[in-house]
């Protein structure tokens, strides 16, 4: 079946530092990729998404690019904020499972 | 104007009541999902509705029971609460496009707490 694998968190940065979270999939077909964020005390929200092999999907200066070769979807930053502190989860999509399967999330604390 | 909005956003309650959690959308999407998030913050879909039918049920207990009264709400009926039951709820929903789901969008979430 479909999984999604995340690294471990949590993980604490400085401010301005690089991010780098990393997400591995295992999924039959071509999936639609995504990373959600979740801030503390709300929903999950739709951070980017990527749809097929080579895309490159980006919002709020974050970016992660779909590699078929790699199955990998890792998110980065160049410059982190205190504000960006949050859960973030990678997931796919694929038709067969037809439903979102989400990674165990990743705790990011950023420190001024 | 919210998009996914629930209610309650708390429910503290004893074991053995029966509670519900309401969603509404207004986005205009045609499926709703159910989500449980525990402590350790693991998200697992619990049901799914496209167009008032449900299409995915996990291997959820039979005290949990979906109600679409029509495709903008989903609510969620939990009979004899369980200590277990503690974690928040979070309902979504997408649209679907020529057969694949769009991204799903989530509501605040319900922290359901069983004394």
């Known amino acids: 079946g479909d999984s999604v694998t995340q690294m471990e968190g949590p993980v604490t940065l400085s401010e301005e530092a690089f991010l780098t979270i990393n997400c591995t999939y295992t999924a039959t077909g071509y999936p639609s990729l995504f990373w959600y964020v979740q801030y503390p005390g709300e929903g999950l929200q739709l951070l980017l998404k990527a749809t097929k092999a080579d895309d490159k999907g980006s919002n709020k200066g974050f970016e992660a690019t779909y590699r078929k070769e790699t199955t990998s979807f890792h998110l980065e930053k160049g410059s982190v904020q205190v504000s960006d502190s949050a859960v973030y989860f990678c997931a796919l999509y694929s038709g067969s499972a037809r439903q979102l399967t989400f990674g165990s999330g990743t705790q990011l604390t950023v420190l001024p | 104007d919210t998009a996914v909005s629930q209610t309650p956003k708390y429910l503290v309650t004893q074991m053995g009541n029966d509670k519900s959690i309401k969603c509404e959308q207004n986005l205009g999407h045609d499926t709703m999902y159910w989500y449980k998030q525990d402590s350790k913050k693991f998200l697992k879909i619990m049901f799914s509705?496209?167009?008032?039918?449900?299409?995915i049920n996990e291997t959820v207990p039979n005290r949990f029971s979906p109600k679409s009264p029509d495709k903008a709400h989903l609510n969620l009926h939990i009979n004899s609460l369980e200590l277990g039951d503690s974690a928040v709820y979070f309902c979504a929903s997408s649209r679907r496009e020529g057969g694949r789901v769009n991204e799903q969008y989530f509501g605040p979430g319900t922290r359901l707490t069983v004394t």
């Open positions: 509705y496209n167009n008032k039918e449900l299409i």
